[in-house]
């Protein structure tokens, strides 16, 4: 089962990778999902797959004997609420940025660092960011 | 004290910070004391931790009753102990510093409790002896951030967090997903236990590749070269206090994790790795000083600072000798200082000149001849001028990198600090020098009429310039304090026996 789930992992960093690099906000915050995702599956892989028996020491019993690792699973469960909380911040705070810049696009978003030499005319820049639009 | 107390009240000072302020959050004054007194306390823990450990002493603790390896251990050795000092030093200058200005705007969106939580997590990231346990304070300290930054919503700073908050994500998942890698391969996460497990693994190309993804999460962190866009893209759309808690804080939890990483857990194969970030700290010196040459904003000109000061404090890394970790370390320790006094005093200049523009200000010497020698200060020890902290640092570093060979580096390392004197220069003589522009008497009246404002706000000012001129003048007792630091964490063995309660036997890598 490993090198399928390995595979899977390399799959989902790819699409992360590649929403990542987009100019679309919207397409950004969905990397960062994907990625924190396989960052998860990465996890769980690490602590091998051998057993699906849940984790749990029997009666009269003091060490786990055939169960599955629970420290990949405390660990996921952090990283998931961690990751959660983060990606919520970070959409809020893109839907902000969209409605008081108005634009999704990266390229256009210059208030922080304005473009010294060559001004972009306004009704230009709209324009492309329009076009960047995700569709309603 | 027990080590126990030792070691958690530092981190317990500002969680109840935290949560006392989130709960007065309809009384600011009551949060500005609760804040205040967590600082503090905060101040006065990390001072009982550095008396305890400044002998060579490594303290540790697990948490929960879990005998090591299992549960989380938390170490103070003399390293983390000066940075959590120096994090409590911090905590209270810019504290008080931060309670002027638009205090009452910034108190509506809950500033108080991410100060506090900023600071949690920092200290926690000094103080934890396990690696995925860094990784959560790197979250804390990462959600406070990303608050303080975008506090106000200007279009601004939402333009600024975006970039920000994108790529400090994508470096902090990174960080988890190398966290993982390690941990399928050693079987633990206790840094301590990983330090006696590395050694042992079959495959030592994976862990030299492994040591790359740290170096490549953590330097994001630290802003170096080329991992540092998110830096000079967003640190000046923040308030001055805010901005200047980042500049000391934020990116010396990314050196101090490189620098423990490297020297406890990946130290086996230094050949490979030095060059490449022998390589990384020229660029970043070079890359930020030029950047800031650019440009005529003060925060803009300090941000880029932070970024080229960082490459010096990679020559212990680089270099890999005992004299140049204990000359990063008080690279590290001088910077925060003299680096968060610079953005205090740019935020003086803003409230006194009208503007962080330099164009836009002047004629500060003739009005305020006082504020002239506070900024020549901590802006001539950034250049690495004698007598003063600066001066001490770099000619360690310096010292280091020649008797090791590293002529190349040594010489990047001069050259920028001339530039850097270079940009110092720029502002004494836009701010300072030149006359003032015909609009700027209202303000300077406004600032002379708020005697409150003044206090508030210089008195920090005065007290991080005395303690740069301190360890310029007395250099002794902090020189010999980093060397020893650096020693120490060259020997790891002490490291392990204070988390294993006594030597132990190398165990076998776990699945």
Known sequence: MEPVFALAFGVMVAVAAYLLMSRNVLRVVLGLLVLGNATNLSIFLAGRMGSRTPPLVAAGETALVGGANPLPQALILTAIVISFSLVAFTTVLFESAHRRLGTVDTDAMREAEPEAAKKVPNDRRQAAARKMEPAE | MTADLLLTLPVLAPAIGVALCALAWSHPLLQRLISLAASLGLLCASVALLLAVRDGTVIATQ?????????????????????VLITGLMAVAVGIYGLVGDVEARENAFYHVLYQGLLLGVTGAFLTGDIFNLYVWFEIMLISS?????????????????????LNLIATTFFLMSVAFLYGMTGTLNMADLARVIPTLENQGLVTALALMFLATFGAKAAVFPLFYWLPAAYHTASAPIVAIFAALLTKVGVYAIIRTFTLLFDGDAGYTGPIVTAVAIFTMVTGVLGAAAHFDIRRILSFHIVSQIGYMLFGIAVATPLAIGGSILYVIHHIIVKANLFLIAGVVNRAGGSFDLKQTGGLYRTMPMLGVLFLIPALSLAGLPPLSGFWSKFTVIKASLEAGHIV?????????????????????EAFWKAAPDQSGQTMRRWQADRRARIIMLSPVVVLAAITLTIGLFAEPFVDYSLRAGEQLLDKSAYIDAVFGAPAQVTEARP
């Open chain 2, 409 to 429: 580096l040594a010489t990047a390392g001069l050259a920028v600090g001339i530039l850097t004197l270079y940009s110092m220069i720029k502002i004494w003589n």
């Open chain 2, 63 to 83: 948490f929960g009753g879990w005998a090591p390896p299992f549960g989380i251990s938390f170490v103070g050795d003399m390293f983390s102990a000066a940075m």
């Open chain 2, 146 to 166: 990303f608050g303080l930054l975008s506090l106000g919503g200007t279009r601004e700073q939402l333009d600024a967090g975006i970039k920000y908050v994108t």
